[in-house]
């Protein structure tokens, strides 16, 4: 819906057709995630949740031989990767042996992208869909149809361990614009009827608008709030700064899409007065993990296992994440280098469930783009999916008045890239700031080897921001 075209349509239209295209688009979504697969997916992993460590290690290690074998059989870039590196599949019997195989790293798969397309499909029969680019490099990602529904399944086999069932209502926190940011006056939120779903333009969550928004959602009752912290973070600060309430709570908050900072947490769980969890995820399914009701990060372990490769200059026992995943068999990654790091948990689980779990998994952080009328763009990383020729991109703003769009060119860089970034960075931040744009050879990494889309030099930073400061440099 965002895609310039469709977008300059929709952004026309009376905000009643635009419920009607944001729940069309919602029943497409809805025969996509929830299809035949779907159901049995949910039931079976509500079941196998809770098997033993030694039936997990079985059920993994069977998958893993499976699937090293199909992408050798395939794929043609497994096949040429394992013979470059003078590996047969059957020498990977269980994950100790993945060690064996080099690391998958987002450029190499940006490098050979048609080449991970498995034989066995037809790409045009294929979902498609873009990464998020946190990590700087949008990749494309094809899927089968029963791959969604898998990915979805595991989704709301978290929700359900709150509580909620598909059909249940609420309120979604995202960086996908559904009102256009140009728009000044409410309503500043949209509806998927199909999903009972609404979905409130995080980029209209400014000073002035806040009060309408409040307001609009004291009227409601949602059963839940899912999305980006960092938003509902905002809205938590904004009640408690103005001494307000909400009259219907939400059962639970539901966090994803990015790292839920202590400091933001705290602030939500007090003012909300619920419980906060949240699940980690991303678009390639190479894995996926979801909180318990202890508060641990549990590997989803039916679709994927993970090596935590622990890093020689952390101290405080952050490991970085290798993600081999079986749950799409159109593009599946093996030893796949997501770029996030997490602290393994010492002990098993009190909740009883024996799959690996994690203290806490320390990915997808970013810095915010502050704009003069107050506000905080979050996910600002979407939209480098629009400028396909560009190899990395980095938003810097040193001033309020600025953003500085730092671009390394590939081969197919041109100005239409540049003009498609141009035009969705105003979606998002407004006409009040300064686009320059800079084209350079790199982008430097942090002292911990991590790479950050979007860096903010403002001073003046709340408490939570610091601290989001502090966890980046690290
Ligand atoms: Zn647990």
């Known amino acids: 819906m965002v895609e310039s075209i469709g977008f300059r349509i929709y952004k026309r239209l009376p905000v009643f057709c635009q419920n009607v295209v944001f729940s069309l688009k919602g029943l497409q979504n809805h025969h996509e995630r929830y299809n035949r697969y779907f159901h049995n997916y949910l039931s079976w992993l509500r079941e196998s949740e809770w098997w033993s460590g030694e039936e997990i290690y079985k059920y993994q290690n069977e998958k893993l031989r499976h699937i090293v074998a199909y992408a050798y059989e395939n794929i043609p870039f497994y096949k040429r990767w394992f013979d470059e590196h003078g590996i047969r599949p059957n020498q990977i019997k269980t994950q100790e042996d993945l060690n064996k195989l080099p690391i998958l790293t987002k450029q190499t798969v940006r490098d050979n992208q048609d080449e991970l397309i498995s ?4 790409k045009r029969q294929l979902l498609r869909r873009l990464t998020s680019g946190t990590t700087g490099t949008a990749l494309t990602i094809y899927a089968i149809r029963e791959a969604t529904a898998f990915q979805w399944a595991i989704w709301w086999r978290h929700r359900a361990r709150f509580g909620f069932n598909i059909g249940d209502s609420h309120l979604s926190f995202g960086a996908r614009i559904a009102v256009p940011v140009t728009q000044k006056r409410p309503p500043f939120w949209r509806q998927n009827l199909m999903a009972r779903q609404t979905y409130i333009s995080t980029y209209h ?69 619920v419980p906060v969890t949240e699940q980690y995820g991303m678009a390639e399914f190479a894995g996926n993990m979801a909180k318990c009701e202890c508060g641990k ?12 490769i622990p890093m020689s200059s952390a101290s405080d026992g952050y490991a970085k994440l290798i993600f081999t995943g079986w749950g799409n068999p159109a593009m599946p990654f093996i030893r796949y280098d997501v770029g996030d790091y997490a602290v393994q948990s010492k002990q098993v689980c009190r909740c009883g469930r024996e799959s690996i779990c994690f ?81 350079v050879d790199h982008i430097p990494r942090t002292s911990s080897g991590k790479f950050r889309a979007v860096v903010s030099g403002l001073t003046g930073q709340s408490e939570g921001e610091e601290e989001l400061k502090e966890r980046i440099e690290r």
């Open 119 to 122: 034989h066995q499909y037809k």
């Open 205 to 273: 969550m400014t000073h002035k608008n806040l009060p309408v928004i409040v307001d609009w959602i004291n009227k409601h009752d949602f059963d839940f709030y899912a999305g980006y912290p960092s938003a509902i973070y905002v809205l938590a600060n904004f009640l408690s700064e103005n001494n307000m309430h909400l009259l219907h709570r939400p059962k639970c908050i539901i966090c994803g899409s990015e790292a839920l900072l202590p400091t933001f947490e705290r602030c939500i769980r007090e003012v909300l007065g």
């Open 297 to 308: 990060f549990h590997l989803d372990f039916e679709c994927c296992c993970v090596e935590a």
């Open 359 to 439: 203290d806490s998994v320390d990915g997808r952080i970013e810095d915010y783009i502050r704009t003069p009328d107050g506000r905080m763009a979050i996910g600002m990383n979407q939209v480098f999916e629009y400028a396909p020729g560009a190899k990395e991109i980095q938003i810097y703003q040193g001033r309020l008045e600025e953003i500085e769009v730092r671009v390394v060119p590939g081969r197919n860089y041109t100005m239409q890239d540049e003009q498609a970034l141009l035009l969705e960075l105003r979606q998002r931040v407004g006409n009040e700031i300064n686009i320059k744009f800079v084209l």
